[in-house]
T-cell receptor, first 113, second 114 residues
């Protein structure tokens, strides 16, 4: 079993839909959770960063962490064609263990007009 | 600009050439990373430098050689590459220690080996 599992998609949705992207993980030491957006031929851009369990909201984006289930989610409300990209989850143990982030393989999202 | 700058953005090199990729971070971080991203494959960690410690992925061939002269600069020296080494090479930096550890990426160097 990989440390971080993420469905590569593609996930195709109509404009305005609510998008749910997910990752599961196996290492209970992970405490820091990140979501990145990567457009084609560009570097990943940090979208959301959360510590431990709970929710964090930033505009149309909401990140959720459920450490008891080892499951994290990124929700995108009112999705736009400009949201079409690959979304990578990442996580690290931070100071309590390895600081090196472990990445999922990314989910390709297509939002069509 | 993300605070992490990579040069060059694009590189085409022959299999007998020697070239270097450069990365510079202006974020005050103390850890820097090289990742390889091939088409339809996950990010592959190649090397990490942090606080004078080096971590390397043992599967990375010796034709890739990293150098980290200080906490702000990172190089990847390339020699006698193979066509399968063509990929997007990404540099990232983060803070190692207590607290925030999120990594920030540069825009990458698109490498084509011919």
């Amino acid at each position: 079993q990989k440390e971080v599992e993420q469905d590569p998609g593609p996930l195709s949705v109509p404009e305005g839909a609510i998008v749910s992207l997910n990752c599961t993980y196996s290492n209970s030491a992970f405490q820091y959770f990140m979501w990145y957006r990567q457009y084609s031929r560009k570097g990943p851009e940090l979208l959301m960063y959360t510590y431990s369990s709970g929710n964090k909201e930033d505009g149309r984006f909401t990140a959720q962490v459920d450490k008891s289930s080892k499951y994290i989610s990124l929700f995108i409300r009112d999705s736009q064609p400009s949201d079409s990209a690959t979304y990578l989850c990442a996580m690290s143990a931070g100071s309590g263990g390895s600081y090196i982030p472990t990445f999922g393989r990314g989910t390709s999202l297509i939002v069509h007009p | 600009e993300t605070g992490v700058t990579q040069t060059p953005r694009h590189l085409v090199m022959g299999m007998t050439n020697k070239k270097s990729l450069k990365c510079e971070q202006h974020l005050g971080h103390n850890a820097m990373y090289w990742y390889k991203q091939s088409a339809k494959k996950p990010l592959e960690l190649m090397f990490v430098y942090s606080l004078e410690e080096r971590v390397e992925n043992n599967s990375v061939p010796s034709r890739f050689s990293p150098e980290c002269p200080n906490s702000s600069h990172l190089f990847l020296h390339l020699h006698t590459l193979q066509p399968e080494d063509s990929a997007l090479y990404l540099c990232a930096s983060s803070h190692r220690g207590g607290g925030d550890t999120e990594a920030f990426f540069g825009q990458g160097t698109r490498l084509t080996v011919v």
